[in-house]
């Protein structure tokens, strides 16, 4: 499986943007990029993907660089409820998610 | 459709005792998938069913661990003679197992080996 690498931890104060990266140097041209979360507590939920292009929907954007080498989470206005762990996944079309250990988010009042 | 359901939430129990978790599926998801998760760490793979077929189990599921999802609907995560190390956040998942369609996971069933 593909790695990638992820910050172990990122604080962000409330109402501002959070820029969450993940490095992915040995990625292949048939993965994708995808995102998790875990709040405390929770199972993992999905936060969104994509191939090559960048994305939004309307929990995040995800940035792609253009050689696909890295990728950015952005949530554009952190809230409390975003304090979770945020998991950076490269996923082949059809196959199962695998998970890294993943940034921890703490956002401040 | 209330989400993924997973049976029991916790699960006390002594060494040597054999334990059996529950997990429902989005109903027309045919995909389920296990995972494992300790403290501090992400989930961890254990096992896949497309339908009633497991297609595939990690190294991570020993001989003590067995599953199963009779026709195709429910799955059960059975754990024999357990162990201190096998305490831990067992997560239950399903998908459509289509295109990159998103895993939706349940909240978890946690184990604690005494």
């Known amino acids: 499986d593909a790695k990638t690498t992820q910050p172990n931890s990122m604080e962000s104060n409330e109402e501002e943007p959070v820029h969450l990266p993940c490095n992915h140097s040995t990625i292949s041209g048939t993965d994708y990029i995808h995102w998790y979360r875990q709040l405390p507590s929770q199972g993992p939920e999905y936060v969104i993907h994509g191939l090559t292009s960048n994305v939004n929907n309307r929990m995040a954007s995800l940035a792609i660089a253009e050689d696909r080498k890295s990728s950015t989470l952005i949530l554009h206005r952190a809230t409390l409820r975003d304090a979770a762990v945020y998991y950076c996944i490269l996923k082949a079309s059809y196959d199962k998610v695998i998970f890294g250990p993943g940034t921890s988010l703490s956002v401040i009042p | 459709d209330t989400g993924v359901s997973q049976d029991p939430r916790h699960k006390i129990t002594k060494r040597g005792q054999n334990v059996t978790f529950r997990c429902d599926p989005i109903?027309?998801?045919?995909?389920l998938y296990w995972y494992r998760q300790t403290l501090g760490q992400g989930p961890e793979f254990l096992t896949y069913f497309q339908n009633e077929a497991q297609l595939e189990k990690s190294r991570l599921l020993s001989d003590r661990f067995s599953a199963e999802r009779p026709k195709g609907s429910f799955s059960t995560l059975e754990i024999q003679r357990t162990e201190q190390g096998d305490s831990a956040m067992y997560l239950c998942?399903?998908?459509?197992?289509?295109?990159?369609?998103?895993?939706?996971f349940g909240q978890g069933t946690r184990l604690t080996v005494v």
């Open positions: 109903s027309e998801h045919n995909r």
């Open positions: 998942a399903s998908s459509l197992g289509e295109l990159n369609t998103e895993a939706f």
